[in-house]
């Protein structure tokens, strides 16, 4: 019974925790690597020799990786205390939008202006508590464009 309970409690300590990854695609030029696909640091990236992978950490700093004959390895060490609602934000603006009407979209003048946008807090704080995620993601790709993140795949 007592292992039982402490194989329980250590099951509940280590496999609850919500396990962030450190970089999140923003762009590619790799078909098989998709925008918004999650990987950790140091993990092994299937990037085709000549094709360029653009990613970014939950903290806003952005690289580029250019693949070669065995892929390409992403640079860093592994975030210690990844912000993992941050980093679930940022991801869920990188993916591609849903198709066809979202109920409960914001309309009109209850967004901020795009162009206050200017900062990944900035970003972040208005898709978690406006809901206006269609300009959170115009302010993400302004903020990549801007710090040398690609636009995103059409």
Not at 89 to 107: D, I, K, N, S, Y
């Amino acid at each position: 019974m007592r292992k039982t309970l402490i194989g329980m409690m250590l099951s509940l300590a280590f496999g609850g925790a919500a396990m962030a990854s450190d970089y999140i695609v923003v762009s590619s030029t790799d078909p098989a690597i998709q925008r918004g696909q999650a990987y950790d640091a140091g993990a092994k990236v299937p990037l085709g020799a000549g094709k360029t992978v653009t990613l970014m950490r939950a903290s806003g700093e952005v690289t580029t990786l250019k693949g070669g004959p065995s892929g390409a390895t992403i640079p860093g060490a592994k975030l210690a205390a990844a912000d993992t609602a941050r980093f679930d934000t940022l991801r869920a603006l990188v993916e591609p939008p849903p198709q066809g009407r979202t109920f409960g979209a914001r309309r009109g003048g209850l967004c901020p202006a795009l162009e206050s946008l200017t900062t990944l807090d900035d970003i972040v704080h208005v898709a978690e508590t406006s809901g206006c995620k269609t300009v959170a993601r115009q302010a993400l790709d302004a903020y990549l464009a801007k710090t040398g993140g690609a636009q995103p795949q059409n």
